[in-house]
C-alpha cells in the first residue's frame, strides 16, 4: 500500500517506520522542514528507531518525509498522528486535529482509508474528523485506532502491542484491519470507533488516577515514619487484586498528565463530574512542591544560597522528552527560594534555553530521573541527595 502519515513526531514517525518495514511505501508528512530535512538526512529523533533503520527505508524507496501536502492524494491509506494537548484551561486543543482534516479535505479528491491515531475522546473521529472532511464530497473510509505505543519500552512495541481498531462502517475496518495486520500481531475490533477512543484515554485515566492513589499514599507514609515502597512491595506479594504503582514527582509526557483531561471534558459536556480524574491532577500537579518541601526539611530548613543539581529532566528513564516534566515546577520552586540551580541530563542536552551540567559536590542532588547511565557515586558526591526514583540506596526520598 502507499501509505501518508500526518504528523512525524514519536506516533508518526514509529507508524511509518513499522508499515515501511511490512513492505508500504511510506511518505511521512509534516508541518516542520526542519524534521522533515532531519529524516530525509537519515536522522532519527526518537529513541527505538535507529538512523541506520531509517536510512535504509530511504535508501529502498520506503520511506521519504515531505512538507508537501499533494502527496496525501498519491496515497492508499492516511493516518493522522498530530498532537492533541491541552490549552491554557487544561481543556481538550484539537487545533492540530482539525489542521489535518483540512488538509485532506483540500488535498484529497479520490476516496481513501483514514485512521485517526492521535489520542482524543469519544466522538473525535465522528464529529471532528469525518465531519469536516465531509465538507470535500469525497466519501473516505474512517477508521479509528489509537497509539499505544509507549517509547523506551524494550518489551512492548507497535508490532506485539495489541491494536484497537473501530471503524464507522464494516468496509471501513475491513481495510484498517488489513493494513495493520501487515505489522502488527494481534488486532482487536471494537463495535464503533467511539469504544476504541475511549478505552484509550481510560487506559491512560487508570494510571493516572493510580499514580495519584500512590503519591498520597507515599506522603502519608513518610508522616508515618514508614516507607511506602517497602508497603508496595510487601503488598504486590498478594497473587490477585494488587497491582504495584511508584510514587514519584508528578507525572510528565504527552499521555498521562493531558489524556485523562480529555476524558474529563467528554464528562463534563454529558453531566457526569469526573472527580477522580479532577483530584488526580491536583495530587500529581502538586507533587513537585511536596519534593521541595522534603527537600528543604531535609537539607536544615533553608536552600537559600545552596547550590542544587537536578538530575534527570526528561519525564522518564531513558528518554529525552521534556514535555510536561515535573523537573520544570521543581526546578522554578526552588529558585523562588534563592536556590542556585543547574540540571543534568546529557540525554537530553539542553532545553529551556539552558544546557546540561556536569555532576560533582553541589549542597543538594535531587533525583527526578535517572537514565541508565547516570552512576550513583557521581550523585552521591553532593552533600545531601533526595531520591524521587527510589533506585539509590541509603538517601532520602519518595
Ligand atoms: N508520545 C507518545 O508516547 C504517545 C503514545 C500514544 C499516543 N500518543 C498520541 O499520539 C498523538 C501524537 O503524539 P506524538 O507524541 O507523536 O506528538 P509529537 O509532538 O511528537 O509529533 C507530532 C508531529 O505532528 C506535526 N504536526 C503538527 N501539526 C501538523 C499538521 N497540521 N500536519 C502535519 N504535521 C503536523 C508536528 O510538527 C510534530 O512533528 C497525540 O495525540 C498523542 O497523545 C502519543
Redesign the pocket.
Known amino acids: 500500500m502507499r501509505v501518508a502519515i500526518?504528523?512525524?513526531?514519536?506516533?508518526?514517525l514509529t507508524i511509518a517506520v513499522g508499515a515501511a518495514g511490512a513492505g508500504h511505501t511510506v511518505v511521512g508528512?509534516?508541518?516542520?522542514q526542519d524534521?522533515v530535512d532531519q529524516l530525509n538526512s537519515g536522522k532519527s529523533h526518537i529513541e527505538g528507531i535507529s538512523d541506520s533503520q531509517l536510512a535504509g527505508y530511504i535508501t529502498s524507496g520506503l520511506f521519504t518525509a515531505s512538507v508537501d501536502p499533494s502527496v496525501l492524494e498519491g496515497s492508499d491509506v492516511i493516518v493522522i498522528?498530530?498532537?492533541?494537548p491541552l490549552n491554557d484551561d487544561r481543556n481538550p486543543d484539537l487545533s492540530?486535529v482539525h489542521?489535518?482534516a483540512d488538509?485532506i479535505t483540500k488535498n484529497v479528491t479520490n476516496t481513501k482509508l483514514i485512521i485517526n491515531?492521535?489520542?482524543s475522546y469519544p466522538g473525535t473521529l465522528r464529529g471532528e474528523i469525518a465531519a469536516l472532511i465531509t465538507h470535500s464530497g469525497v466519501a473516505h473510509f474512517y477508521a479509528s485506532s489509537p497509539?499505544?505505543?509507549?517509547?523506551g519500552n524494550k518489551e512492548w512495541n507497535l508490532k506485539n502491542t495489541p491494536r484497537l481498531i473501530g471503524g464507522l462502517s464494516p468496509e471501513a475496518v475491513a481495510k484498517a484491519k488489513e493494513f495493520y495486520a501487515s505489522f502488527c500481531d494481534s488486532i482487536i475490533e471494537v463495535s464503533s470507533p467511539e469504544v476504541a477512543e475511549a478505552a484509550k484515554i481510560f487506559e491512560n485515566t487508570f494510571r493516572q488516577v493510580n499514580i495519584a492513589l500512590v503519591n498520597e499514599f507515599a506522603q502519608i507514609s513518610d508522616a508515618l515514619g514508614i516507607s511506602s515502597r517497602e508497603v508496595i512491595e510487601a503488598a504486590a506479594t498478594k497473587p490477585y487484586g494488587f497491582m504495584p504503582f511508584n510514587p514519584g514527582p508528578g507525572v510528565g509526557?504527552?499521555?498521562i498528565p493531558v489524556?485523562p483531561s480529555y476524558l474529563a471534558h467528554v464528562a463534563n459536556e454529558v453531566g457526569v463530574p469526573a472527580t477522580f480524574i479532577k483530584r488526580a491532577n491536583e495530587v500529581n500537579l502538586a507533587m513537585p512542591a511536596y519534593v521541595v518541601k522534603r527537600v528543604v526539611a531535609g537539607a536544615g530548613g533553608s536552600i537559600t544560597g545552596k547550590s542544587v543539581v537536578v538530575v534527570g529532566v526528561s519525564y522518564k528513564a531513558n528518554v529525552a522528552d521534556t514535555r510536561e516534566t515535573p523537573a520544570a515546577a521543581v526546578i522554578d520552586l526552588l529558585r523562588a527560594q534563592g536556590a542556585n540551580v543547574v540540571w543534568h541530563d546529557d540525554l537530553v542536552g539542553s532545553w529551556r534555553g539552558e544546557c546540561s551540567a556536569a555532576l560533582g559536590a553541589f549542597d543538594i542532588a535531587i533525583v527526578v530521573t535517572k537514565h541508565d547511565g547516570v552512576s550513583d557515586a557521581a550523585i552521591n558526591a553532593s552533600k545531601y541527595v533526595f531520591d524521587c526514583t527510589g533506585t539509590i540506596a541509603g538517601v532520602d526520598g519518595i
Open positions: 500526518i504528523g512525524q513526531g514519536y506516533v508518526g508528512f509534516d508541518v516542520n524534521l498522528a498530530v498532537p492533541t492540530f489542521a489535518a488538509l491515531e492521535s489520542t497509539e499505544r505505543v509507549d517509547p509526557g504527552h499521555c489524556d
